[in-house]
């Protein structure tokens, strides 16, 4: 299964980054706003992918979290019956409410798309109440997830689909033995996030997104090493058709694929299709 990226794709670049709220004693994912054309394509790529991912999906009932503002949320709600988004920052479903259930010129309320205010650790919800589960960037941000996946497994039915994705531990920058994102509380290998899952589900696929081609891995560690060593961030002088061109001929850039890794490919973030 492959997707790529569409070059119509446009950041949301009204809203900006900000910091994510805390609750319940733990922190929940980024709230996406304003970030760079390419690291939405990402995101955006992620829930293509989940339309493949998802068997049949017109009709069926969604539940995607964590959701931030909703943009994916409401991607899937314009392919499927009904869609739920949650996530714990207030402010995020706030937004999300007034940019997609409320009139907003042109833009006609989305009926079939709800936006709530809830901890992925204790969902609300009544048990086999989604016929899929999504779940992007959200298992590392929480310091219980496997927890987090038993909530999904509760209320996920029997025969339901749940694609998750998180960031590849053994890519991803380190600071003093600790995730480099400041916002994540851990990271995992595909063994770990294997580990995780296969206690809840009896099928689980992995994907990859971002992958190191084959024989790159050399030129990521160098271009590692600089990153640590430019204390002082000077690398944002260098304009960025240069930096995307180093990224292109590191990485397959943005598809969602098998990965090859027999052939020492790697990715910068795993996907799993849990059934």
């Given amino acids: 299964m492959t997707l790529n990226g569409s070059a119509g794709d446009a950041a949301p670049a009204h809203e900006e980054l900000r910091k994510p ?9 980024i709230e996406f706003m304003g970030q ?8 955006m790529v992620r829930y293509r992918f989940a339309l493949d991912a998802i068997p049949n999906l017109e009709g069926k009932r969604v539940l995607d979290v964590p959701c931030g503002i909703g943009y994916g949320s409401a991607m899937l709600a314009r392919k499927t019956g009904e869609v739920v988004g949650v996530d714990i920052s207030e402010e ?3 937004k999300g409410r007034e940019k997609y259930l409320e009139q907003n010129g042109q833009r006609k309320p989305m ?3 709800q ?3 809830m901890d992925a650790l204790s969902l ?5 109440s989604f016929d899929a589960v999504v779940s992007f960037e959200g298992v590392e941000h929480v310091p219980d997830p496997r927890r987090m996946i ?6 996920l039915k029997p025969d339901g689909v749940f694609v998750v994705s998180t960031p590849n531990r053994e890519v ?3 600071r003093d033995g600790r995730p480099d994102n400041p916002y994540h509380v851990q990271e995992f290998t595909k063994t770990e996030l294997e580990e995780m899952l296969s206690p809840q589900f009896t099928h689980v696929d992995f994907y990859g997104q971002q992958i190191i081609k084959s024989g790159s891995e050399w030129k990521r560690r160098i271009i590692e090493g600089v990153k640590t060593l430019d204390v002082f961030d000077l690398r944002r002088f260098i304009p960025e058709p240069a930096r995307k061109a180093v990224r292109q001929d590191i990485y397959t850039y943005g598809e969602i694929r098998r990965v090859l890794e027999s052939e020492g490919e790697r990715p910068s973030v795993w996907v799993a299709v849990c059934s």
């Fill in 172 to 174: 991803t920058r380190k």
């Fill in 36 to 43: 760079s054309r390419d690291t939405y394509r990402e995101h």
């Fill in 124 to 128: 609300t919800f009544p048990d086999a």
């Fill in 21 to 29: 709220p805390e609750a319940g004693g733990h922190i929940e994912r």
């Fill in 111 to 113: 009926s079939n798309l």
């Fill in 92 to 94: 995020a479903i706030a």
């Fill in 150 to 155: 038993a909530e999904v497994r509760r209320v």
């Fill in 115 to 117: 936006l709530l205010k």
